[in-house]
């Protein structure tokens, strides 16, 4: 089976705001939004404001195929001199894309984007147990360094919270 990233109908480009719709659409997945820290509507208005608000540094990438959104990939960029040098990092893909190497790209191009034009000296990425972008996270250079048991409730019980680092 060939990757979707290997298409010559695949790209990736900076996001745009209008990009932010997607990400509510595909939030409100069950099988996606579960992963993401907000769970009521206006919670995911504020969390998807803040996501696509550091578009206008050009700091958040979109994936797309055929011309259409299918992930975004965001580097949140801290405001203080003091911890400038590091960064969190969120990235969602469609879920009707999702295992297709989008993840994985969409990862090596925002970690390139940090060191290369903010001169980012690593990147976080916080998940639950039992997400499946954990694999990507490895895949990608990342490693655990934190994780806090029984962080969140989720409808199948308890989950650690998962910090990854990535030193780029």
């Known amino acids: 089976m060939s990757l979707l990233t290997e298409s010559k109908d695949y790209d990736i480009r900076y996001s745009e705001i209008s990009d932010g719709e997607l990400i509510k659409r595909w939030l409100k997945d069950p099988s996606v939004g579960i992963w993401y820290p907000p769970s009521s509507e206006a919670d995911q208005d504020i969390f998807v404001k803040n996501w696509i608000g550091f578009s206008k540094f050009n700091a958040s990438l979109t994936a797309t195929y055929a011309g259409e959104p299918v992930g975004v990939a965001t580097i949140y960029l801290m405001p203080y001199i003091k911890v400038a040098h590091v960064c969190m990092v969120y990235f969602i893909v ?3 894309y999702q295992g297709q190497g989008v993840e994985e790209s ?3 191009n925002i970690k390139h984007l940090a060191k290369v034009r903010f001169r980012l000296e690593s990147m976080h990425c916080e998940v639950f147990e039992g997400c499946r972008l954990i694999k ?3 895949s990608t250079g990342f490693k ?3 994780r806090q048991e029984n962080f969140i409730d989720l409808p199948n ?6 910090i990854y680092e990535c030193v780029l």
């Not at 019980?157 to 998962?162: K, Q, T």
């Open 136 to 138: 990507d996270l490895n």
């Open 94 to 96: 469609s879920p009707q």
């Open 144 to 146: 655990e360094i934190i």
């Open 106 to 108: 969409l990862l090596k």
């Open 157 to 162: 019980g308890p989950h650690a919270r998962l």
